[in-house]
């Protein structure tokens, strides 16, 4: 069913259409109308679901990871300082090895407050061991939801579904509602190997050792190093279930594309601007612009950012001659997190081989800071006559 | 009401492996051992980081045999939350929640959490064991550490505030019920997570904790120093039932008495409290002479 509504409800629909049993959020501008419309349909009887009403995020995400401990398909939702306050769950879910899907709805972090989107708050998270989607549309989002739940239940890891506060959440475009069977044919119920029950007791986190330990049968058991190494292949190997999640989805759905990135005007294209979520379909019409001058432009969106598709992205940017990264975060005192780890990508995959572009960062939007069309063809423009600068170049920036 | 458990009556199924990995004399062992006795198999345990972690063990090795989940420091009583909506939205009624919590997951850094699952009504036992600081750590004061204790981060002049009262905390919650026990009245502490356990919403039991390492005594005088507690007037034993209070077992008994031992003979039992002047005592017994005097005029 087609209809015209938020990027909130996009993502609150998909929750009611995976069937989530347990809900746990605490407000923050601006998720609060994406977890308010979920108390209203657990209150109307629409969803069958518990809504827990937490006191904090931490606990947001405490009511999730015993949730789902105890076998039940769990959901939370946040952003900015909401997702800080709940950073030491959010590594813990990821080393118990919970499949939470959690909406990060980017905001700016404090200080000083500012309640306007960026995404220094989902990439601050970054290695936290959650894979991170990002969405540049309603369709996305709402799709994203869907596709995270299969993913995560299949390799037991926690999924931020990423997508830009107000651009997305606040603003209405239209977007098709799939159908309950089909997604019911798509997700079956959440059956974790193991869940906690009094007639199989288990005792799950306990001071695990930095060496391997004998169980009381005489078989080794993991050290903690282990375990977490386990959760980097295993982290690794996800990307290759996504590829999974997305052809099955476009099989049942019939649609969805590329898992990890979304390419516009790239194939023959010289210069490629690459980044997260909707500023690449505002990025799209400076493309369009800038072909009508001659230019050869492309402009590629990164819907999988953990694990990082290193190789897919080397391999659609291998022999371009510039790579444009714009980022709303930083890794303060280097650059953008997006363009370290594309910088490394190429580096692993293309050096020597002659084909390597040059890369350059962009900063912009920080804070909510209007990033005006305009300005995006521009900065494309220049980078395409290669004046690249090694540092970081702020746009939009009023000093 | 229910018959009083004895040593004879009290189930003998065990919960608790023998060969923990507390040290020798712990209080929390013998809580522990019994609470979960009254508990029952039907439960599932939330343990935050203290000396209970360790007591049950390293992985892949537990001494519970009890499903348990370790949970951050501060979301003890947030993860009971989260288990009970896992058991609801799966129709499973039968299974108890009980949250095993120190005096510093509790009183300090799980307070938060604590207070908004009572808030909510949530239906689990969550219980404090309280030793008085944190011990796992190399025992630090908390804040139910007693004025005049020296711990590892007041070393010279002891803490100069109260121990909070965090049962009157959740008093504030209205909840169903609130008792205070302690592991030297192990019988009493079994008999009070059974009256409760089908009681509605959250329930609170508080437990003082004689701890060799952290009060600074010889671990065989565990039993006895928590008893000393209780006979000096200087930590009660009681429940708030719907509101109200009643003192319990051994307390209960003083009442009658009349007659409580100096709470010196207390204070002088362990080094913690070595530093602790005689005016400071004599100003403490006054405190006490004056809580106690108005048990006494109650009891009239
Ligand atoms: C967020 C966080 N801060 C600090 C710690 C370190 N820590 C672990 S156990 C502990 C003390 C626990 O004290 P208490 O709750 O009284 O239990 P006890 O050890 O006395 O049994 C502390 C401070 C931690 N694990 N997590
Ligand atoms: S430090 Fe105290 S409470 Fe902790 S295990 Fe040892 S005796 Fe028990
Ligand atoms: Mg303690």
């Known amino acids: 069913m087609h209809i015209i509504e938020n990027g909130n409800v996009a993502a609150a629909l998909g929750v009611l259409l995976c069937r989530v049993n347990v809900i746990a959020a605490y407000p923050i501008t601006p998720q609060t109308p994406l977890t308010e419309r979920l108390s209203e349909y657990v209150e109307s009887g629409e969803m069958q679901a518990e809504y827990i009403p937490v006191e904090s995020e931490h606990s947001a995400l405490a009511v999730c990871i015993a949730a789902s401990s105890a076998g039940a398909r769990t959901f939370t939702a946040t952003s900015a300082n909401g997702l800080l306050y709940m950073h030491e769950q959010v590594q813990w879910a990821a080393g118990a090895r919970l499949p939470i899907v959690m909406c990060v709805v980017n905001r700016a972090v404090g200080a000083p407050w500012n309640v306007w989107n960026d995404q220094q708050d989902s990439i601050s998270q970054r290695d936290t061991g959650w894979i991170q989607m990002y969405c540049s549309d309603h369709q996305q989002i709402i799709d994203a939801v869907i596709k995270a739940y299969w993913l995560a239940e299949k390799v037991s890891i926690p999924i931020m579904v990423c997508y830009d506060g107000y651009i997305l959440s606040h603003t209405y475009m239209p977007f098709d509602v799939p159908d309950q069977e089909k997604v019911d044919a798509f997700l079956s119920p959440f059956r974790p190997d193991y869940a906690l029950n009094p007639d199989q007791p288990a005792n799950l986190n306990t001071v695990t050792l930095p060496d391997v330990r004998m169980d009381v049968r005489g078989e080794l058991a993991h050290g903690y190093m282990e375990i977490r190494y386990l959760l980097q292949e295993e982290m690794r190997t996800s990307l290759t279930v996504a590829a999974e999640a997305e052809k099955r989805f476009a099989d049942i759905f019939g649609r969805g594309g590329d898992p990890y990135i979304e390419p516009y005007l790239c194939a023959d294209a010289q210069y490629i601007a690459v980044g997260l979520g909707s500023l690449t379909y505002q990025l799209r019409v400076s493309v369009d612009v800038l072909r009508k001058e001659g230019i050869k432009v492309g402009v590629m969106g990164v819907r999988f950012y953990r694990p990082f598709p290193d190789e897919a992205l080397a391999e659609a940017l291998k022999g371009k001659k510039g790579v444009i990264v714009f980022e709303k975060a930083l890794s303060y005192g280097y650059e953008g997190a997006l363009v370290s780890d594309l910088k490394s990508a190429l580096y692993d995959h293309l050096a020597g081989t002659g084909v390597m572009p040059m890369v350059q960062n962009i900063i912009l939007g920080i804070g909510g800071r209007d990033i005006r069309t305009e300005d995006l063809t521009q900065a494309l423009r220049a980078a395409a006559k290669s004046r690249v600068s090694r540092q970081p170049v702020w746009i939009g920036l009023k000093l | ?300």
């Open chain 2, 1 to 300: 009401m229910q018959a009083k458990t004895t040593i004879l009556s009290l189930p003998t199924q065990e919960f608790v492996h023998p060969g923990t990995r507390a040290c020798t004399g712990c209080g929390l062992a013998i809580a522990y051992r019994v609470g979960l006795k009254a508990l029952g198999k039907d439960t599932i345990l939330i343990v935050p980081p203290s000396c209970l972690t360790v007591l049950q063990g390293l992985f892949p090795i537990a001494s519970t045999k009890l499903p348990c989940l370790n949970v951050t420091f501060a979301s003890t009583a947030a993860a009971a939350t989260g288990i009970l909506a896992a058991l609801k939205s799966q129709g499973k009624t039968n299974i108890k929640v009980a949250a095993w919590a120190g005096d510093g997951g509790t009183s300090d850094i799980g307070l938060q959490a604590l207070s908004g699952a009572a808030e909510r009504g949530d239906n689990f036992i969550y219980l404090c064991y309280d030793n008085e600081g944190y011990m796992n750590t190399g025992a630090q004061r908390s804040g139910t550490t007693p004025i005049g204790a020296l711990t590892a981060n007041t070393p010279f002049k002891g803490k100069l505030q109260q121990k909070k009262d965090v049962p009157a905390i959740m008093a504030a919650h209205n909840l169903s019920y609130i008792a205070a026990c302690s592991a030297s009245y192990p019988l009493d502490l079994f008999d009070k997570i059974r009256k409760c356990v089908d009681m509605p919403g959250t329930k609170y039991i508080h437990i003082h904790i004689p701890c060799p390492p952290g009060w600074g005594y010889d671990p065989r005088y565990g039993i006895k120093i928590g008893r000393l507690a209780v006979e000096t007037g200087y930590y009660d034993l009681y429940e708030i039932v719907n509101g109200e209070f009643k003192l319990t077992a051994a307390s209960e008994k003083l009442v009658e008495k009349r007659k409580l031992i100096p709470v010196r003979e207390y204070f002088r039992s362990q080094s913690r409290f070595k530093i602790l002047a005689d005016t400071q005592i004599a100003e403490i017994q006054h405190q006490i002479d004056a809580k106690w005097a108005g048990y006494y005029k109650k009891d009239e």
